[in-house]
Protein backbone atom coordinates (compact mmCIF):
# COMPACT_ATOMS: atom_id res chain seq x y z
CA UNK A 1 0.00 0.00 0.00
CA UNK A 2 1.22 3.52 -1.20
CA UNK A 3 0.97 6.94 1.10
CA UNK A 4 -2.57 7.13 2.60
CA UNK A 5 -3.83 3.91 1.62
CA UNK A 6 -4.30 1.83 4.47
CA UNK A 7 -6.08 -1.86 4.10
CA UNK A 8 -8.24 -3.16 7.06
CA UNK A 9 -8.93 -7.08 7.27
CA UNK A 10 -11.91 -8.40 9.46
CA UNK A 11 -11.78 -11.23 11.53
CA UNK A 12 -14.65 -13.00 10.66
CA UNK A 13 -16.00 -11.99 6.78
CA UNK A 14 -18.63 -10.02 5.92
CA UNK A 15 -22.34 -11.68 4.38
CA UNK A 16 -21.56 -9.57 1.14
CA UNK A 17 -19.45 -6.72 -0.04
CA UNK A 18 -22.50 -4.41 0.48
CA UNK A 19 -20.99 -2.66 3.91
CA UNK A 20 -21.02 1.01 4.71
CA UNK A 21 -17.85 2.82 5.40
CA UNK A 22 -17.52 6.25 7.03
CA UNK A 23 -14.57 7.41 9.27
CA UNK A 24 -12.16 10.51 9.33
CA UNK A 25 -8.68 11.09 9.48
CA UNK A 26 -5.96 13.91 11.07
CA UNK A 27 -3.37 15.87 9.27
CA UNK A 28 -1.01 18.10 10.65
CA UNK A 29 -1.30 21.21 10.32
CA UNK A 30 -4.88 20.95 8.30
CA UNK A 31 -6.28 18.75 10.86
CA UNK A 32 -8.86 17.19 8.49
CA UNK A 33 -8.82 15.09 5.62
CA UNK A 34 -11.61 12.73 4.07
CA UNK A 35 -11.29 9.14 4.07
CA UNK A 36 -13.24 6.98 0.84
CA UNK A 37 -13.59 2.99 0.30
CA UNK A 38 -11.50 2.74 -2.47
CA UNK A 39 -12.24 -0.92 -2.89
CA UNK A 40 -13.63 -3.95 -0.28
CA UNK A 41 -14.51 -7.60 -0.51
CA UNK A 42 -16.03 -9.43 1.77
CA UNK A 43 -12.69 -10.05 3.81
CA UNK A 44 -11.12 -6.89 3.29
CA UNK A 45 -11.60 -3.25 2.72
CA UNK A 46 -8.54 -0.72 1.40
CA UNK A 47 -9.49 2.78 2.65
CA UNK A 48 -7.94 6.25 1.26
CA UNK A 49 -7.23 9.45 3.09
CA UNK A 50 -7.31 12.43 0.81
CA UNK A 51 -6.46 15.94 1.31
CA UNK A 52 -6.29 16.85 -2.16
CA UNK A 53 -4.24 13.73 -2.68
CA UNK A 54 -3.78 10.68 -1.08
CA UNK A 55 -1.73 11.50 2.37
CA UNK A 56 -0.69 9.82 5.33
CA UNK A 57 -2.34 10.45 8.75
CA UNK A 58 -1.32 9.69 11.83
CA UNK A 59 -4.54 8.57 13.06
CA UNK A 60 -7.34 6.91 10.87
CA UNK A 61 -11.06 6.60 12.07
CA UNK A 62 -13.42 4.39 10.81
CA UNK A 63 -16.93 2.68 11.36
CA UNK A 64 -17.49 -0.42 9.04
CA UNK A 65 -21.63 -1.20 9.27
CA UNK A 66 -22.63 -4.19 7.42
CA UNK A 67 -24.11 -7.95 7.97
CA UNK A 68 -21.36 -10.48 9.28
Known amino acids: NGGG ?3 VNFTNNMAN ?3 AVA ?3 NIWPSN ?3 I ?3 SRSVSTVNI ?3 E ?3 VDSDYVNA ?3 GEQ
Open 5 to 7: DYQ
Open 17 to 19: ANF
Open 23 to 25: GSA
Open 32 to 34: LAS
Open 36 to 38: RAE
Open 48 to 50: EVI
Open 52 to 54: ANR
Open 63 to 65: III
